[in-house]
């Protein structure tokens, strides 16, 4: 399959900064790249001594291990047969912004350099919040117990993505990772600024929007790569039941031709296949760049471990939604007027439902799930305070000073 390498994505953003100077209408017209050197509106200088600064800005600058993704219009939901008749992901029409996500789950060892550095700048409640549960390994009647003591810091795991992490320590993650980086690119600009609520201004152009986890929108839209589907003017020749073409599971070309294309459970009791000719090649997780890459260049969308979404779990979300850049952010229209007055659709109190204002949704499948639960549009959901073996997640970020 193809994807988008960094090459690529270096010369989009080249005929991004072309596009946007080309579609002003009055030849020399000011940009943001090129603002001129005066107001257009006032005629005064800018960056005198005591005038307006204007920044020299030369478009978003790359994050570590993101990934652009181009938005557009998509239809989102579940593309397999509703066998659990959750009716919860029905197809419906968006509109999704283009943004960028990490071209990988987050690893062991990017945990283990966030577990170094807050240890050191943050206090002893904070690092310890931050620990990873690794009882999630634990189970009374199998014998996964060097899990429990391995599987985050022994070096050979460095590259397997992190598990027994929580919604909430996941965004603990993000708001870290926005910080440290934005630091670092702020002191390669020569401006100084510090970890405990320095800002750095957002009129200077050299720091990034925050790192996040991606909406269930975006993760499902960046899932399905249908770029990889275009045929002449916006026209998709097919829709996808997984990230890649068909509804075959095995690679179909080349010498890998029968090897699988995910890491998840085939059947009952088979996690990897046999020894000397290992299905998926892991009984557990797998190395984050392994299998090949969506249509987006984007690793393990399927399979390997679930990933939080930012979305609250609502089964109603497909019937309650906006169709530019869906989002599920609390218990709006939770309570429904009924000719009785008002009532509450997710009954928690009267012991009637699960769902609360605490749970989030989880997507992709994994290593212990079968393939069914690989397809983008199908979706679950847990307590955001709680973590499994089989959950990890990965960040995502808006594309900014751009209307597409």
């Known amino acids: 399959m193809s994807y988008v390498n960094k ?50 800005f030369y478009g978003q600058p790359d994050g570590p291990n993101l990934v652009y993704i181009e938005g557009g219009r998509t239809v989102l939901g579940t593309f397999e047969e509703d066998i659990l008749h959750k009716n919860d992901n029905v197809e419906r029409t968006v509109t999704v912004s283009s943004f960028y996500m990490d071209e990988t ?66 965004n603990d993650y993000c708001a870290w990772r926005t910080a440290v980086v ?14 405990d609520g320095g800002r750095i201004p957002l009129e200077t152009g050299i720091v990034l929007p925050n790192y996040r986890l991606p909406s269930e929108a975006e993760w499902e839209y960046a899932a399905m790569a249908l770029v990889g589907t275009q045929w002449l003017d916006e026209n998709q020749t097919h829709r996808r039941l997984y990230p890649w073409d068909g509804h075959a599971l095995r690679n179909p070309y080349g010498r890998e031709m029968g090897v699988f294309l995910a890491n998840f459970k085939r059947g009952r009791g088979d996690y990897a296949g046999i020894s000397g000719k290992l299905n998926d090649g892991a009984m557990i997780t797998d190395y984050i760049y392994s299998h090949p890459p969506n249509d987006y260049g984007l690793y393990n969308m399927a399979g390997n471990v679930n990933e939080w979404v930012f979305d609250l779990y609502r089964p109603l979300t497909f019937q309650d939604f906006d169709d530019l850049n869906p989002l599920r952010r609390n218990g709006y229209l939770d309570k429904q007027v009924s000719s009785g007055g008002a009532s509450v659709r997710y009954d928690v109190k009267g012991y009637q439902s699960l769902i609360t204002d605490n749970v989030r949704v989880y997507k992709g499948g994994s290593w212990k799930d079968v393939a069914y639960w690989m397809s983008p549009g199908n979706r679950r959901y847990l307590r955001q305070d709680s973590a499994t073996s089989t959950i990890g997640f990965r960040c995502a970020m808006i594309r900014a000073g751009s209307n597409y």
Not at 21 to 37: D, E, N
Not at 188 to 193: D, F, Y
């Open 105 to 170: 789950e987050v690893a062991n060892i990017h945990w283990l350099e966030y577990l170094f550095y807050i240890k050191r700048d943050s206090s002893d409640e904070f690092y310890k919040s931050a620990l990873p549960d690794t009882s999630v390994w634990e189970a009374e009647l199998s014998y996964n117990d060097p899990y429990v003591e391995h599987y985050l810091r022994y070096p050979g795991f460095r590259y397997f993505p992190v598990v027994g992490v929580t919604w909430e320590q996941a």
């Open 7 to 56: 090459k690529v994505r270096s010369v989009s953003l080249m005929l991004l900064v072309m596009m946007m100077v080309s579609s002003c209408s009055h030849k020399g017209a000011p940009t943001s790249i090129s603002p001129g050197g005066e107001s257009t509106f006032t005629g005064l200088a800018y960056n005198d001594e005591e005038g307006f600064q204007v920044s020299d």
């Open 182 to 195: 934005n630091k670092k690119l702020a002191e390669e600009a020569g401006i100084e600024v510090s970890l």
